[in-house]
């Protein structure tokens, strides 16, 4: 999976060559950081990050995006 981003624009003003920008991304995956410190939370019995609520609010702003994008 790469995970490059490239900007394509035109230019406002006429005769102007179209700009192209590459983005850096940080190669790491989120997801994966947030399931280890999950568990090393739970291994160390410590509190997550992440409050329960906050969780599952974002899950559902996450299926609402889905839909949306369905529809």
Do not use: H, W
Not at 7 to 22: D, F, L, T
Not at 37 to 57: C, I, N, Q, T, W
Not at 58 to 65: D, K, M
């Amino acid at each position: 999976m790469t995970q490059e981003v490239y900007v394509y624009r035109k230019p406002e003003a006429y005769g102007q060559e179209n700009i192209i920008e590459k983005l850096l991304v940080n190669k790491v995956e989120p997801l994966k950081i947030e399931l280890a410190m999950f568990v090393r939370a739970v291994r160390d019995g410590k509190r997550f990050l992440v409050p329960p609520e906050e969780g599952l609010s974002n899950v559902r702003i996450c299926e609402a995006i889905s839909r949306g994008l369905v529809a």
